[in-house]
């Protein structure tokens, strides 16, 4: 290779020609850092510079100096497709139909349980349910007294009662 033949900079944010028997350790200005991209935004991980714009990002002026490089770095391994991820996954097997029963078959009645959860959120709800003798204004309270106007537009009953619940169900808390 000769003196006079220039060579490139492999430099982040250099990428200049330069004479190899011209170089020195103050003729590089780049960058040391990656290049980090999220979202809309351009930076430097070296000095923090950030920038919407692709060209003003790449137009920034480096932030350490030293030799320019001739060298190409190594380029960084490529990660394998998806494809060939979800292929080593192992899929699961479906499970067996179950065969439906005839309808001349006599029914099985099913037991009702009530798990710990729901029972805590019954309780808390009949908590908030305070049933008291007595006229009150109905207005949206949580204790509803006998004489109490329903609130649901256009109901017009008045509670009579927790004996009489049952009957009263547009009755509305």
């Known amino acids: 290779m000769s003196a006079s033949k220039s060579v490139h900079c492999y430099n982040k944010g250099c990428g200049k020609e330069f004479v190899p028997s ?20 351009k930076e430097w991980t070296c000095c923090k510079k950030r920038s919407v714009d692709f060209t003003e990002f ?3 002026k480096g932030c350490a100096t030293s030799a320019h490089n001739p060298e190409k770095p190594p380029e960084k391994e ?14 699961n097997k479906p499970r067996e139909a179950l065969v439906r029963p005839d309808s ?5 009645p099913l037991k009702p349980e009530v798990t710990a959860s729901l029972r805590k959120a ?3 709800q009949l908590g908030k349910l305070t049933l008291a003798g007595g ?9 509803v007294k006998v004489g ?8 017009g009953k008045l509670f009579s009662g927790p004996e009489r619940l049952v009957d009263e169900i547009r009755f509305n808390y």
């Open 22 to 41: 011209e170089n020195n350790a103050k003729a590089c200005v780049h960058h040391p850092g990656e290049p980090y991209f999220h979202d809309a935004y």
């Open 58 to 60: 790449l137009n920034y």
């Open 78 to 91: 490529k990660r394998k497709p998806v494809e060939d991820v979800v292929e080593e996954v192992a899929v």
């Open 104 to 108: 001349s078959a006599p029914l099985v």
């Open 122 to 124: 019954l309780d808390e």
């Open 135 to 143: 006229s009150g204004a109905g207005n949206g309270k949580e204790e």
């Open 148 to 155: 109490d106007a329903c609130q649901q537009r256009g109901c």
